[in-house]
């Protein structure tokens, strides 16, 4: 073995170094980028943060250079006849570069490119090199935007919907044309991380097992669960807590290796924190923030607010064998049914696929429970609150406004205050109350429109209007089976109308007006995968006769559902819903069709 493949060497790096016109792969053993959308989520959250912490409208670009750095954390490289893999860190990497792909499309910051991809010999290619990334990347490199199909890989789908994610939660504040330029200064020259290369595989895989395995720091959880049990006198008392504390957050572990301190951190702010960090330059953070980073500390430092009395061990024991067991069970449940539609706690999982920010929305399901509710209880509560959060997420969607957590995490946050240990008919009152206040409502329907980035609320937004109509009509039927079946077909968007400008040129003067009335939630319908495909380019009147044998809302469309099915007729005349058949499909008959939307939508997304 040579000097050479012995030697590791570690320096701190900027993004700018790191990325800037450089070429990694990535080994075959961690090929699968797999971040969620809660890990995208609390990157975009601690960057702006930090940045925030430093910014002030008085400051130019000039002034970024005496910000504080923001340490990321270390990668590992392995770096063979000037090659370099990367060993340990390519899910950071690979969603700092989404970001930058956001920030480049978002500002049109040419600089930006160098550290996305890299030109060589005319040929572009992007800096962290896998081959069956690649046309992903470039449509969101150069469209904001690339279509998954059932055949994607793993990875091209996490990647399109973390760059969604990160579109969703970056803040309006740093999107400020006046902001954005020192953002980007401060992300690529102050953001560090730590550059770790060794120059043999052998030497790269122990550094990745010693980073993985051993030698961690203790977590948050770990140092809370130490000060917690520190106040114990009996020896034997605080091995049975520590054993059930130790039991519960495998159990959380389970979900995720994170999954414990996402729990504490949802349950602290949920039933205790009374202070967010104001949103200007030298503002402290508070409660919310500090749970957010420290909750070990926070605990440490608000005894009182928790009820917790240094010089007495039976206020840490029921915190520990009490609380802390009861709203770990209760999340459990939570995540549990974002996994699988549970009946009791369907919003739950609805949410879980359209919904606001995660470290919103659990403090929020936590926040009414009170000790001693039943598990009944406690799901009703929870079920309520998430059926509250679908409602919020659907009318701000229909009316194009943004739901990111930067947007409403005050509203949010006063809404987990007042949320706090409420008996069911107070809870359902006071979110009746919040729903009606709401500033956007069903009208929106009217410019409703499919486009680009909005494809999958359009899907879900289907998805949920045809399961209705189905259990309206006394049909089995599942959410799931179109959103998101576990087997079958999968379900797809279908236009009425063909893409077929020239059959409709009597109606529209111009192709844009027909392509955004053609595009209209009136106008669309799911089936299946195949089906879709085989019916796309007919005219509406060749369609029609195979509607008939698809879903209720499909099949609405057709006179014979009205003729041949006494269940159908039913709601018909019982509901209160204008269905109708539709020989024709006119522009008149898409704006009935809409109609029809709204007022199944405002049956579906109320309390």
């Known amino acids: 073995m040579s000097h050479l493949e012995n030697k590791i060497e570690a320096k701190n790096r900027s993004i700018l170094e790191v990325l800037s016109n450089k070429k990694y792969t990535v080994d075959y053993y961690q090929r699968e980028y797999s971040w969620k959308q809660e890990h995208i989520e609390q990157l975009v959250s601690d960057l702006c943060n930090a940045f925030l912490l430093n910014y002030s409208s008085e400051h130019s670009r000039r002034d970024v250079a005496s910000y504080n750095s923001y340490y ?14 990367i ?19 978002l500002s049109g910051e040419s600089k930006l490119e160098e550290m996305i991809f890299s030109d060589k010999f005319g040929e572009k290619s992007f800096n962290i090199d896998v081959p069956e990334r690649t046309e992903c990347l470039e449509g969101l490199h150069y469209k904001g935007d690339y279509p998954i199909e059932d055949s994607s890989n793993a990875s091209v789908k996490n990647m399109v919907m973390r760059y969604n994610n990160i579109v969703e939660t970056f803040p309006e504040e740093i999107k400020d044309p006046a902001v954005l330029p020192l953002f980007v200064d401060w992300l690529k020259e102050l953001v560090v991380l730590v550059e770790i290369i060794a120059y043999s595989d052998e030497n790269a895989y122990t550094i990745f097992e010693t980073m ?48 414990d301190q996402r729990f504490i951190q949802a349950w602290l702010r949920g039933k205790y924190a009374e202070t967010m960090r104001a949103r200007k330059a030298d503002s402290s953070n508070a409660d919310f923030e500090i749970i957010g980073t420290r909750f070990h500390n926070w605990v440490r430092d608000n005894q009182v607010k928790l009820n917790l009395t240094s010089s007495s061990e039976e206020g840490f024991h029921k915190f520990i064998n009490e609380d802390f067991k009861f709203y770990a069970d209760a999340y459990k449940r939570i995540k549990e049914a974002e996994l699988n539609l549970t009946p009791g706690l369907e919003h739950v999982y609805y949410i879980a696929q359209w919904g606001i920010a995660s470290s919103l929305a659990y403090p929020l399901m936590l926040a009414p429970l009170m000790l001693g509710d039943s598990v009944e209880l406690s799901n009703s509560k929870i079920n309520l609150v998430a059926k509250y959060i679908d409602a919020f997420c659907v009318r701000r969607s229909i009316n194009f406004r943004n739901f990111s957590a930067s947007s409403i995490s005050y509203t949010m946050y ?28 069903f009208d929106g329907y009217d410019k409703f429109k499919l486009h680009g980035q909005n494809k999958r609320f359009v899907k879900y937004l289907l998805s949920r209007l045809s399961s209705y109509v189905d259990e309206l009509a006394g049909e089995e039927s599942s959410f799931v089976k179109y959103y998101k079946p576990v087997k079958g077909k999968a379900y797809e968007i279908e236009h009425l109308w063909a893409n077929n400008y020239e059959a409709f040129k009597g109606v529209f003067d111009q192709r844009n007006d027909f392509e955004e009335a053609r595009n209209s939630i009136g106008g669309l319908v799911l089936l299946p995968n195949g089906t879709n495909q085989s019916y796309s380019d007919k005219p509406y009147e060749d369609k029609l006769e195979h509607y008939i044998k698809e879903n209720c809302l499909v099949k609405s469309l057709h006179p014979l559902t009205y003729e ?21 499909m006119t522009k008149d008959d898409m704006a009935i069709r809409q109609t029809l939307y709204r007022d199944i939508s405002k049956r579906i997304w109320t309390i």
Not at 78 to 83: A, I, L, M, Q, T
Not at 87 to 105: M, P
Not at 216 to 245: H, Q, V
């Open 212 to 259: 993985n395995d051993r030698g961690l720091s203790l977590t948050a959880t770990e140092m809370l669960k130490g000060f917690l049990l520190s106040k114990y006198k009996d020896e034997n008392r605080r091995n049975t807590a520590n054993n059930m504390w130790k039991d519960v957050v495998a159990k959380l572990k389970s979900f995720d290796k994170e999954e």
């Open 414 to 441: 006063n809404l987990i205050k007042e949320l706090r240990n409420k008996s069911y008919e107070d809870l359902q009152t006071t979110l009746r109350m919040k729903l009606s206040e709401l500033d956007v409502d």
């Open 564 to 584: 041949n099915n006494p269940n159908f007729r039913k709601i018909e005349t019982t509901s209160g819903l204008n269905f109708r058949p539709h020989t024709t």
């Open 72 to 85: 990321l954390g270390p990668f590992v490289l392995s770096e063979k006849d000037g090659k370099r893999s």
């Open 87 to 105: 060993i340990d860190g390519q899910q950071r990497l690979t969603s700092i570069t989404l970001l930058l792909i956001y920030l480049n499309n």
